[in-house]
């Protein structure tokens, strides 16, 4: 490990400064031996580094000077301005070359010589007590290559001035220069199906199941809503499936022929069939309580079927959130839990970032 790298495995507390949000619960998971594909995160260090070394800070004081954020055109024509100067920026010399051989030993250990990563933006302000950032920053799958992933990092660099995050921190009054980007590095799954589990009911905050949305693919098609999933509902201490919503389900997003992942129509055999095994859907349960235990509190999580691992042990934990929802709700003087709104697309919104395929 260097000051720029920290693997997954060699993530402790003290590091969540430097690894930001995501890059602390994957380093987390692994640490509590749950099945995580591996990976490390690019650090904080790494980016004000690349960052110090160019003018870009003189760059954004100036283009963020008095900005408008009720003025849509000038907000949009600033922050690409900033982004396009990430793009430009070079990235420091022992940054690159610890990057590289960061991707360099994770193609040795998948025994492939250009495994295909994700690269996720890991914000230091994205698990802030008084604000979600999550979402507001990019995510690229199926990232081939240390040039391409060094781009890829670039981008997520850049996706901290995008128009919705650069508005939403003049909203939340954080300072511009106070937040800071690691990156994740991560090997990519090839889904059989992925989605989104919550350690309690989403409708009514019922903390004795665990509810399950999936579909087939990629999970892009849950958090999009292109598709309405199939949901279950297990009862934790059973581990019965006590309801199960079988959707048809007209797509998915695959990885094609020339490896990206493109949106995909579905027979209607397919379409129509269940998207999880009786079998996987136990074993999603199993892991969304072990996070939940493990973190001491309600989780949301994020977990795919990898078609590249055996059946029994193919189902692996992406991300893990403590739930944002039911936790803000106060109970009535009943003591039951009153609901309003649409609580399922708000744990999915502030659950998943939008994920970019290569063009």
């Known amino acids: 490990m260097s000051e720029n790298i920290v693997w997954f495995e060699g993530y402790w507390k003290g590091l969540k400064g430097e690894v930001g949000g995501k890059g602390a619960s994957l380093g987390e998971m692994t640490g509590a031996g749950l099945p995580v594909p591996p990976g490390f995160t690019l650090t904080c260090t790494a980016y004000r580094k690349s960052k110090e070394q160019s003018s870009l800070d003189e760059d954004i004081a100036r283009l963020l000077y008095e900005l408008d954020t009720d003025d849509t055109d000038m907000v949009s024509d600033r922050c690409k301005q900033i982004r396009a100067a990430f793009g430009e920026m070079a990235m420091a010399d022992q940054v690159e070359s610890d990057l590289r051989e960061a991707y360099a030993e994770l193609c040795r250990q998948s025994n492939s010589e250009d495994v295909p990563v994700a690269v ?18 990019d995510t690229f799958l199926w990232v ?70 999936s579909a087939w693919g990629f999970g892009e098609a849950v958090v999009s809503g292109e598709v309405t999933p199939d949901n279950y509902l297990i009862d934790k201490v059973l581990m019965e499936i006590g309801q199960r919503k079988i959707s048809i389900k007209e797509m998915e997003f ?27 859907i136990r074993a999603i349960a199993v892991l969304a309580k072990a996070a939940e235990k493990h973190y001491a509190c309600p989780q949301d999580i994020e977990w795919a079927v990898d078609a590249d691992l055996d059946d029994g042990k193919n189902v692996v934990l992406l991300q893990a959130r403590p739930e944002t929802v039911w936790s803000k709700k106060t109970s009535s003087a009943t003591g039951s839990v009153q609901s309003s709104g649409d609580f399922m697309a708000s744990i999915v919104s502030t659950l998943m970032n939008p994920l970019h395929t290569k063009k």
């Open 120 to 137: 996720r933006s890991s914000a230091t302000s994205e698990d802030s007590p008084d604000a979600s950032f999550a979402g507001e920053h």
């Open 144 to 213: 081939k290559g240390a040039d391409a992933v060094i781009d890829a990092v670039r981008k997520c660099w850049a996706s901290l001035f995008t128009d919705r995050a650069t508005c939403y921190r003049v909203k939340m009054g954080y300072e511009h220069r106070s937040v800071e980007m690691s990156v994740v590095i991560q090997k990519m799954v090839r889904p059989i199906s992925a989605g989104v589990a919550f350690t309690l009911n989403p409708i009514n905050g019922d903390r004795s199941q665990v509810c399950i949305d």
């Open 254 to 280: 695959s990885l094609s022929d020339h490896e990206t992942v493109e949106r995909a129509e579905l027979d209607e055999e397919r379409a129509k069939s269940p998207s999880l095994t009786d079998a996987q």
